[in-house]
C-alpha cells in the first residue's frame, strides 16, 4: 500500500519516567513521592527509595503528627519497605525530608496528576 509508517499512540503510564530512570545504572537514590486517587475525592500519598538504615516507623509517626494524617509501612517484594499516607501530602512530605536533613531537594522526584 503505502510506504508511511503509522505510529498509533500508547495508554499513558504516569511511572514510565520513574520506572526508565531506574532500570539505568544511576548512582543517585531517588525518593519517589507519588500520588494515587483512591475513590472519589479520597487519594493516598506514597513514599519510597529512602535509605534501608533510616527507622521507617519514626519517620512515619514525625508525618502523622506533623501533617495530622493516618498512615501505615508496607513491605512490598519489588520496592522494600513504602510508607503510605492519607490524603495529597506531596508538598508537605518533600518539604519536611529536606527540612529534617533526611533528603536534599534535588533528590526527590514527585509523581501524579
Do not use: W
Amino acid at each position: 500500500m503505502s510506504d508511511h509508517d503509522i505510529q498509533i499512540p500508547g495508554a499513558f503510564d504516569p511511572f514510565a519516567d520513574a520506572n526508565a530512570e531506574d532500570s539505568g545504572a544511576g548512582s543517585k537514590d531517588y525518593v519517589h513521592v507519588r500520588v494515587q486517587q483512591r475513590n472519589g475525592r479520597k487519594s493516598l500519598t506514597t513514599v519510597q527509595g529512602l535509605k534501608k538504615e533510616f527507622n521507617y516507623n519514626k519517620i512515619l509517626k514525625d508525618f502523622k503528627k506533623e501533617f495530622c494524617c493516618n498512615g501505615t509501612v508496607v513491605q512490598d517484594p519489588e520496592l522494600g519497605q513504602v510508607i503510605q499516607l492519607q490524603g495529597d501530602q506531596r508538598k508537605n512530605v518533600s518539604q519536611f525530608l529536606v527540612q529534617a536533613g533526611v533528603v536534599k531537594k534535588d533528590l526527590i522526584k514527585i509523581h501524579g496528576f
